[in-house]
């Protein structure tokens, strides 16, 4: 997904800039470029490809300045290319623009610039934006950036730099994230706080239909139609070492190892031993309001949506409230019946992912109260929700989710016992279940600490071209997860089934070449799926078992089995995952992939 990084202030701004764009490099992107201000014009250097790319180029030709703005590109308009890479220039190459998001009335707008007389060097819609700006240019740019933005429609995050007024920087939102970093004689723009945290904590958020000013002392937010707002600066906790590999080869694994921790974080001062019940100071949503629910609606995409088919079954099992789970993308456009004894969890790594922002805000407008499950602090599904609970799983830069999947059940376990204790689970239950939940950090610890068995089994079976997950209950959505992380980052066709639905279909499909992942736990599915795993071993499949420690059925029939630790079985999908999310990791690598950056995903899709 693109990425945007301004700077203003007096140090030399190319290092910087260039900098910001590496540490956003973990959304994923196909060109990079970067415009400065250099004596009285703007230079302007784009390439296709990686930001090392742009640093190679800036090596032989470098550009000076302590103004500029900079921008990773993922396509949207036109292909991945030089000329469609950002800034893009007007004509004169007076004004430069990068721009997150997408112009949904660019191709009027094209045509009515094309006829007024202007010429267009690429395919981009944003390149519109440059000349429109362009065309409102009087002796103000934050006013022509405002005539062009009235006259647009769509989701932007936009930074504008013009030689005419060398010292500043106008930046505008709607629908595409942009924070300001607040320096000393300095400032920043950017898509992402990440961007600019090696050279300020303190950030502005800004929200939809907001612009923002800047030079290297001052900053003025005010609304589109430009009238003031007054907002403090919020300080960020976390370290910019906590967005480093610490060690590990890849971000992916670092994330995977994060687990004991981060699945600590969640739930720490959020359970009460002695009562069984739980405590989420964000849900702003009065107790008998959560008492009267007649419906739960989840909805989010990807992982964050295999995580809320895990909270599904919880809050029926605990609270026996019907609950309804949905892909954001479905969910918006199919006019649900909502009401408003109905509460949407919105499920989100990133709080970005323009799909599940948008099913918000269609359960908002049909009565619903939103309850957002985010990780990004000052996120947009964070900040637009009647109330919140932030996994606090810290940045996960891997674009394939690991540490996000598994803060996010953890919160779902604690959504879930918080409702369950209103109504029908008993104090022992509730006791019960933060007992064990407390014991899964070390659990996860414990099979991180056999991560080798796992990178064995890979090494036998990455150049295999199909794979089948099968678990049931709450396995069920571990083996979509399993398949999905495999497809992400390796490339290989994978496929998650409800075991006993292979039956169905996908029998037909067994054979020596088809390596079979079952879960096959000691939980209340467990003989109906030792049946299924001899449906696939008198068929020759190849089966690759996760089991329960003790268990000396499952070894009978698999050709391997990795042992977990048992637990009670909501919480199996805590330790389930985590085997499967090193296998994707270690067949990834086997196949030399690019794991924390594989082809065509990013990290935060902020377009449909
Ligand atoms: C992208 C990412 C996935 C993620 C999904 C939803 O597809 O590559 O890893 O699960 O978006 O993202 P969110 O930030 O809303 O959880």
């Not at 909805?299 to 809320?308: D, Q």
């Not at 947009?380 to 999947?405: C, L, M, N, Q």
Request: aromatic content about 8%.
């Amino acid at each position: 997904m693109c990425g945007i990084i301004a700077y203003i202030g007096d140090r030399d701004a190319c290092p910087i800039l260039v900098e910001g764009l590496r540490r956003l490099e973990y959304r994923g992107y196909d060109s990079a470029g970067i415009t400065m201000q250099q004596g009285d014009e703007l230079a302007t250097i784009k390439v296709a490809g990686k930001i090392s790319e742009l640093a190679r180029t800036l090596k032989s030709t470098p550009l000076e300045g302590t103004c500029g703005i900079a921008h990773t590109r993922w396509a949207t308009h036109g292909a991945p290319s030089q000329i469609n890479a950002h800034p893009h220039l007007d004509t004169p190459e007076t004004i430069a623009i990068v721009h997150n998001g997408i112009i949904e009335n660019f191709y009027t707008l094209k045509k009515w610039l094309i006829g007024e007389g202007f010429e267009f060097r690429s395919d981009s819609d944003t390149e519109v934006l440059a000349h429109l700006i362009h065309y409102f240019y009087k002796n103000s740019l934050e006013d022509a950036v405002q005539k062009a933005l009235l006259e647009v429609s769509g989701t932007y995050g936009i930074a504008v730099m013009s030689s005419l007024e060398p010292r500043k920087i106008v930046g505008a939102r709607n629908g595409s994230p942009l924070v300001v970093g607040v320096g000393e004689g300095e400032n920043f723009i950017a898509s992402d706080v990440t961007a600019i945290l090696d050279h300020t904590r303190q950030i502005i958020y800004l929200d939809d239909r907001e612009m923002v000013v800047v030079d290297a002392d001052n900053i003025e937010v005010t609304t589109l139609e430009r009238k003031r707002v007054h907002r403090k600066p919020e300080e960020i906790l976390w370290s910019a070492e906590a967005v480093q590999k610490g060690g590990f080869p890849h971000y992916m694994m670092k994330e995977i190892f994060e687990q004991p921790r981060t699945i600590r974080d969640s739930f720490s001062g959020r359970v009460i031993d002695e009562t069984g019940k739980a405590h989420l100071g964000g849900l702003n949503i009065p107790m008998e309001n959560l008492q009267d629910l007649s419906r739960v609606i989840i909805t989010g995409c990807g992982t964050s949506w295999h995580a809320g088919l895990i909270g599904e079954y919880m809050i029926e099992e605990f609270a026996r409230i019907p609950v309804e789970v949905e892909y954001a993308s479905e969910f918006r456009y199919r006019r649900p019946v909502i009401d408003h004894n109905n509460l949407a969890v919105v499920i989100s790594q990133s709080g970005e992912t323009a799909d599940t922002l948008a099913a918000m805000r269609e359960a908002q407008k049909g009565g619903a109260r939103a309850l957002g499950i985010c990780n990004v602090v000052g996120s947009t599904i964070a900040r637009e929700s009647d109330g919140g609970i932030y996994t606090h799983a810290g940045p996960e830069i891997g674009v394939a989710s690991t540490k996000a999947f598994t803060s996010q059940v953890t919160v779902l376990t604690i959504l879930s016992l918080l409702l369950g204790r209103l109504s029908h689970l008993s104090e022992a239950e509730g006791r019960r279940i933060i007992r064990a939940l407390k014991r899964i950090p070390d659990q996860v610890q414990s099979i991180l600490d056999r991560a080798h068995e796992i990178e064995k089994i890979a090494k036998l079976y990455y150049k295999h071209n199909n794979f089948l997950y099968l678990g049931r209950g709450y396995n069920f959505p571990v083996a979509l997860e399993g398949a999905l992380k495999l497809k992400e980052i390796s490339y290989i066709h994978a496929e998650g089934y409800p075991a006993a639905e292979m039956k169905h279909g996908p029998i037909a499909l067994i054979d020596r070449n088809m390596p079979v992942v079952f879960i096959a736990l000691r939980d209340s599915a467990f003989e109906k799926v030792i049946n299924n795993i001899q449906q696939v071993e008198s068929r020759n499949g190849r089966i690759i078992a996760l089991a329960t420690e003790g268990d000396d059925v499952v070894a009978q029939w698999a050709e391997h089995v990795f042992y977990l630790p048992a637990t009670i079985e909501p919480l199996t999908p805590l330790l389930s995952v985590v085997p499967l999310q090193l296998l994707a990791y270690y067949i990834a690598v086997e196949r030399g992939c690019d794991v924390d950056q594989p082809r065509n995903l990013a990290k935060s899709v902020t377009v449909e």
